[in-house]
């Protein structure tokens, strides 16, 4: 392939989520503003169609992922990457609150009587469980997000586009002041936050899937069909 036809394929990966994303943004928000009251709010709320689809998009990127371990030679970056997506899949639907006393990531989880002694025992297990997957797998990986980064690779520049969208969806819970030092009264501007926070959240798991499907085209074209152990 040309440099020319590799720049244009390049872009046109990286066109169609960023088109797929905003048509995303605009139906939701257009959705959400049309909607009022209790409506709105089972819209937006846990349980409801957006919280449901981010959901849904973690756990096909785990499915992916998994599967497409089973073949390629990627596997181990394949694996790793799909339990993190499971992980956030579990977050999505409030796991760390909803078979527990109370939310996990609360000191008072820890420190107080609330919970008894063994579920304190079975949680920290399990969150050192997910520390020593995290720490693992940005010692393996991080490099790889960098070179990607760098070189600008489709699925590199749209998981970076993502977590971004998912890191400013979480960031607008800070933002009342700015909508309202524009004149938007507080309970307006409390609404049209929560609606840019679901959003912005949906938004970043689609591009987060968006970006696992990217990559399994890019490895399927580029590695020979032949899996390596896992230990590779």
């Given at each position: 392939m040309d440099p020319a036809q590799h720049e244009a394929t390049r872009l046109k990966s990286l066109a169609i989520p960023a088109v797929l994303i905003?048509?995303?943004m605009a139906v939701c928000l257009t959705t959400a503003g049309t909607l009022e009251g209790d409506a709105r709010q089972a819209f937006l709320g846990e349980g409801g169609p957006i919280e449901t689809t981010s959901a849904f998009c973690y756990i096909?990127?785990?499915?992916?992922?998994?599967t497409f371990s089973f073949w390629r030679y990627d596997r181990c970056f394949a694996i790793e990457t799909?339990?993190?997506?499971?992980?956030?899949?579990?977050?999505?639907?409030?796991?760390?609150?909803?078979?527990?006393?109370?939310?996990?990531?609360?000191s008072s989880f820890y420190f107080r009587d609330l919970a008894s002694v063994p579920e304190?025992?079975?949680?920290?297990?399990?969150?050192?469980?997910?520390?020593v997957l995290v720490i693992d797998y940005a010692?393996?990986?991080?490099?790889?997000?960098?070179?990607?980064?760098?070189?600008?690779?489709?699925?590199?520049?749209?998981?970076?586009?993502?977590?971004?969208?998912?890191?400013l969806g979480k960031g607008m819970d800070s933002s009342t002041w700015a909508f309202?030092?524009?004149?938007?009264?507080?309970?307006?501007s409390i609404s049209m936050i929560n609606m840019l926070?679901?959003?912005?959240?949906?938004?970043?798991?689609?591009?987060l899937l968006c970006a696992a499907i990217?990559?399994?085209?890019?490895?399927s074209r580029e590695r020979s069909p032949r899996a390596k152990p896992l230990s590779s």
């Open positions: 905003v048509l995303l096909a990127i785990t499915v992916l992922l998994c799909g339990a993190l997506s499971a992980l956030l899949a579990a977050r999505e639907l409030d796991f760390h609150n909803r078979f527990t006393t109370e939310g996990v990531f609360r304190k025992i079975v949680v920290s297990i399990i969150l050192l469980g997910i520390a010692r393996r990986f991080t490099g790889r997000y960098i070179r990607g980064l760098l070189t600008l690779t489709p699925w590199v520049v749209t998981v970076v586009g993502g977590f971004g969208l998912i890191v309202e030092a524009v004149g938007v009264e507080q309970q307006l926070e679901e959003s912005l959240e949906l938004s970043g798991a689609v591009a990217l990559y399994v085209r890019s490895a």
